[in-house]
Each structure stands twice: as structure tokens, then as C-alpha cells.
């Protein structure tokens, strides 16, 4: 946090997933329980800010979240890739991608559309230099 600190010259802003990662949903399901989280939720970089006594503004804001997929076969390597998904809950990724992602009017793209809540953590410089 010092480093983007100092790389700043008037304001620091910084997004962050509220509630978890947008994907434990997805994790949850490929393998039928609740897994950890695979990242921070904004209140952790909040509390590191306060311990640097950068007293941060935060506004919690609803976002939409589209994601654009050539196919279902493309959704699927790239969760597999992505989430290391073993080849034994396969079947069951496929289930969660032809249940989730949405066509679109041409059946050429396959769109994963998600309402959530990410933080905007933001100060101005000049009242924290450190």
C-alpha cells in the first residue's frame, strides 16, 4: 500500500470485491460445499490503510458483471484453467456453465451476466503522505 501510495500524485482509488470473490458461487457448486475464498474482501485493504493511519473513504456501489464467452467449451477451459478444476467434477462444471451462461440472440456468444457489490476505496494525498 505504501508503494501505490507514493506512486500517487492527488488521489488513491482502489476497487474491491465486498462479500468475497464474484466466482465461490461457481466453486461452490463444482464441488457440492462451500470452499475458502480465493481473494480479499475490501474490508482487509481497508484495515491495512488504517494501520498506515490512511483514514479512506469507502462507497459500496452495485455493479453488473458480463463476461463474454465464444462458446460453452470456452467458458468451461477457461474455469478449468483458471480454478485448477479437476477432471472428476467435470461434470458438473458443465451442468453449472449450461445452466448459468446466457446465448445471445445469434447463439454465437455465450455471456455470464452477474449483479454484485465491489468497493471504491479512494484518499486524497495530500491529507495522507506518507
Given at each position: 500500500m505504501k508503494k501505490i501510495d507514493a506512486a500517487a500524485k492527488r488521489y488513491v482509488y482502489l476497487f474491491a470485491n465486498v462479500g468475497?470473490?464474484?466466482?465461490?458461487?461457481?466453486?461452490?457448486?463444482?464441488?457440492?460445499?462451500?470452499?475458502?475464498?480465493?481473494?480479499?474482501?475490501?474490508?482487509?485493504?481497508?484495515n491495512i490503510l488504517h494501520d498506515l493511519n490512511i483514514y479512506?473513504?469507502?462507497?459500496?456501489?452495485d455493479s453488473e458483471l458480463e463476461l463474454e464467452f465464444d462458446s460453452l467449451d470456452d467458458a468451461m477451459n477457461e474455469w478449468r484453467l483458471v480454478y485448477g478444476?479437476?477432471?472428476?467434477?467435470?461434470?458438473?462444471?458443465?451442468?453449472?456453465?449450461?445452466k448459468t451462461l446466457v446465448k445471445d440472440e445469434n447463439e454465437s456468444s455465450h455471456y455470464l451476466r452477474r449483479k454484485q457489490k465491489i468497493a471504491m476505496i479512494w484518499w486524497k494525498k495530500e491529507d495522507y503522505d506518507l
Open positions: 468475497g470473490h464474484r466466482d465461490e458461487v461457481l466453486l461452490d457448486v463444482i464441488y457440492d460445499e462451500k470452499q475458502p475464498s480465493q481473494q480479499l474482501d475490501y474490508i482487509y485493504l481497508y479512506a473513504n469507502v462507497e459500496i456501489l478444476i479437476p477432471p472428476e467434477r467435470e461434470s458438473a462444471l458443465r451442468a453449472y456453465a449450461e
